[in-house]
T-cell receptor, first 113, second 115 residues
Framework: GNSVTQMEGPVTLSEEAFLTINCTYT??????LFWYVQYPGEGLQLLLK?????DKGSNKGFEATYRKETTSFHLEKGSVQVSDSAVYFC????????????FGQGTTLQVKP | DSGVTQTPKHLITATGQRVTLRCSPR?????VYWYQQSLDQGLQFLIH???????AKGNILERFSAQQFPDLHSELNLSSLELGDSALYFC??????????????FGPGTRLTVT
């Protein structure tokens, strides 16, 4: 079946450090891949997406590349800020028209000044 | 602000009771999705409606039901509530019904506490 696995958190970094949050997936066909971010007390916001192999999604300094050969979609940012502290969710949308998203367990990021 | 609204923001009720959660999608969006976020299960897809019709069901209990009305707002009904139903319930909307480029926008959620 379809599933998403994220690295365990919490991840604690100092401001301006490099961020990587690992995400791997299991899916048939060609799913679309997403990263969502959830700030404390808020809903999920779409951060970036990729719809086919080798696509790179990017937004607000965050990037992730759809790697079909390694079934991965790791999130990276070159220099994190305190305001990036949040929970990050990797998700996939299976091939077809169901539309449902399958989420990883979420990774909490805490950035210290 | 995603443009998706959910009411109420918080709900506290007792076991055995029934509640209704409401969602208004973004203007122009035809699809509504419901998700449950709990500490032990994480974020789980419950159900998807497109233009008033049910399109997909996920891990939704038989005690739960949903519908989408002609004005496209949706309601999630939870009955015979149990302690384990305590969770954050999110609604999301999108323009169409799936497809690689269809993006879902999430509301702020309704936090349900069953005591």
């Amino acid at each position: 079946g379809n599933s998403v696995t994220q690295m365990e958190g919490p991840v604690t970094l100092s401001e301006e450090a490099f961020l990587t949050i690992n995400c791997t997936y299991t899916a048939t066909g060609y799913p679309s891949l997403f990263w969502y971010v959830q700030y404390p007390g808020e809903g999920l916001q779409l951060l970036l997406k990729a719809t086919k192999a080798d696509d790179k999604g990017s937004n607000k300094g965050f990037e992730a590349t759809y790697r079909k050969e390694t079934t991965s979609f790791h999130l990276e940012k070159g220099s994190v800020q305190v305001s990036d502290s949040a929970v990050y969710f990797c998700a996939l949308k299976p091939t077809g028209n169901t539309g449902k998203l399958i989420f990883g367990q979420g990774t909490t990021l805490q950035v210290k000044p | 602000d995603s443009g998706v609204t959910q009411t109420p923001k918080h709900l506290i009720t007792a076991t055995g009771q029934r509640v209704t959660l409401r969602c208004s999608p973004r203007s122009g969006d035809l699809s509504v999705y419901w998700y449950q976020q709990s500490l032990d299960q994480g974020l789980q897809f419950l159900i998807h409606y497109y233009n008033g019709e049910e399109r997909a069901k996920g891990n939704i209990l038989e005690r739960f039901s949903a519908q989408q009305f002609p004005d496209l707002h949706s309601e999630l009904n939870l009955s015979s509530l149990e302690l384990g139903d305590s969770a954050l319930y999110f609604c999301a909307s999108s323009v169409v019904s799936g497809g690689a480029f269809d993006e879902q926008y999430f509301g702020p959620g309704t936090r349900l506490t069953v005591t």
